[in-house]
């Protein structure tokens, strides 16, 4: 079971995690786990898949969401659901910020 947690921005890593992509898990628990993505202008995601189903909502930028068959310009206070196994990919188009949440929690963005 997870216990209580509060966690300041400042104490979460950031961690590369492809060429102008970094994370930092701002916090997790049993079920489900937060993470603060930093892409900058042009870096991308490339298509993938993985079987947490992840929410996101972007704060600050714009990205190309490749979802499936969906493609999308977002904005800040935009969001998404991706449910587990469906491919996708990210494009920056600006310097962006987002929050994903995934559940279960990402073990392995976890340090």
């Known amino acids: 079971m997870a216990e209580a947690n509060l966690q300041a921005h400042d104490e979460a890593q950031e961690i590369?995690?492809?060429?102008?992509?970094?994370?930092?898990?701002l916090n997790h628990g049993d079920n489900t786990s937060i993470h603060e993505i930093k892409i900058?202008?042009?870096?991308?995601?490339?298509?993938?898949t993985h079987p947490h189903e992840q929410t996101g909502y972007l704060v600050?930028?714009?990205l190309r969401f490749v979802l499936g068959d969906l493609d999308r310009e977002l904005s800040p206070g935009d969001s998404w659901i991706v449910p587990g196994d469906v491919p996708h990919e990210v494009?920056?188009?600006e310097d962006s910020v987002a929050l994903d949440i995934f559940s279960?929690?990402?073990?392995?963005?976890?340090?």
């Open 104 to 111: 279960p929690a990402r073990e392995e963005y976890i340090p």
């Open 16 to 25: 590369p995690m492809f060429e102008g992509i970094s994370r930092r898990t």
């Open 40 to 48: 900058a202008r042009g870096a991308v995601v490339p298509e993938h």
């Open 91 to 93: 494009t920056a188009l």
């Open 60 to 62: 600050s930028g714009r």
